[in-house]
């Protein structure tokens, strides 16, 4: 009796670990396929599960760093867009800036990111036609190059071989600044610590500059009490940079403890934009990111107002982003505005 009890049990473990067990690989065509799954149009509310009516509309944005202006964004944008059932923003944190294309190809969930916009120079030998799966929503703000230097270095080729920092992994200096340095040729002794840590030790002669990224006026060189020499070089916009780049400039409104009334630094910008997975035109996916255009652009005096990201101030919803074409929907958008309000933005 206890044998033959046995035996049924067996039977079945042995069936179904006889099964075939399907493990479906998650490629860079990953996006496209969960589009193409997702391309039916959602039941009626009333009919359907909590659960598919809450994912019905909702669009995952990555962000980027906890303690970095990106995810701020990310998180501004969700509370002004925000319209229940109708559209729910997540914003992620996630790796990084300069990372944040990687998940935008490969993660699931994600169907917009903050990124800078020569994050693409990575993927073009792994994805060729990076430029057609990703499209931009919004040039959201230039991360200006600050190039800050000790008294004695008076020009870039007076850095090659020394010490320069690019603030930690993940950053944006981290990632463009070495990019940046070797489409000049220029060969110097990298280091990535907290830049706090950096400015201390350039203080001392330990280092000989150190390279910021980020929109300005920086709190560090606005308020920190720097002598006599200390100062920022300037870097020509030319043809090496037109792909992925802007022209720029820091003045004495930006910093007047470094740069004299009158006085100009030339330098570059690297645009910091929100894109989208250029999902095929009838899924489901495309149409969150359609709504979720309609709702930020309608919505974006909101974002200028008090309480918010001084930022959004400077938005210009009609700026083109180097190396991408605009989103289908947001190119509608701007195509169906009143030609004296699209002229004002």
Do not use: C
């Amino acid at each position: 009796m206890n044998w033959s009890f046995g035996l049924g049990p067996r039977l079945l473990l042995l069936a179904l670990t006889s099964l075939p067990v399907i493990i479906q690989p998650f490629d860079a065509d990953a996006q496209t396929q969960n589009a193409r799954m997702q391309g039916v149009r959602p039941l009626p509310r009333e009919t359907q599960k909590p659960q598919v009516a809450m994912n019905a509309w909702t669009v995952g944005v990555a962000g980027g760093l906890l303690e970095g202006a990106p995810i701020r964004l990310a998180a501004e944008i969700a509370r002004v867009v925000d319209d229940g059932h109708n559209l729910h923003v997540l914003p992620i944190v996630t790796r990084g800036a300069t990372e944040n294309v990687n998940s935008l190809l490969y993660l699931r969930g994600i169907d917009a990111a903050i990124i800078n916009s020569d994050a693409l120079e990575e993927y073009k030998s792994q994805v060729p036609d990076i430029q057609q799966r990703l499209a931009y929503v919004l040039n959201l703000f230039p991360s200006e190059l600050h190039i800050f230097v000790r008294p004695e270095i008076q020009s870039l080729n007076d850095l090659a071989g020394k010490k320069v920092n690019f603030n930690t992994q993940g950053t944006a200096a981290a990632y463009s600044g070495p990019l940046i340095f070797s489409r000049l040729g220029l060969e110097v002794e990298k280091t990535f610590i907290p830049h706090q840590v950096a400015l201390e030790q350039m203080r001392k002669g330990e280092i000989a500059g150190v390279v910021f990224i980020t929109s300005k006026p920086v709190d560090a060189f606005v308020r920190g009490r720097w002598e006599p020499g200390f100062k920022f070089l300037p870097m020509p916009y030319d043809s090496k940079f037109e792909d992925y780049y802007l022209p720029a400039t820091l003045d004495a409104a930006d910093y007047p403890n470094l740069i004299k009334p009158g006085e100009r630094v030339t330098t570059i910008a690297v645009p910091t934009a929100l894109v989208a997975f250029n999902f095929p035109a009838k899924s489901n996916r495309y149409q969150r990111i359609a709504r979720f255009v309609d709702h930020l652009f309608s919505r974006i005096g909101k974002l200028q107002e008090p309480g918010f990201d001084p930022k959004w101030k400077l938005i210009n919803l009609a700026a083109t982003v180097p190396g991408l074409t605009r989103f289908p929907a947001a190119q509608a958008w701007l195509e169906r505005q009143p030609r004296a309000t699209h002229a004002s933005q």
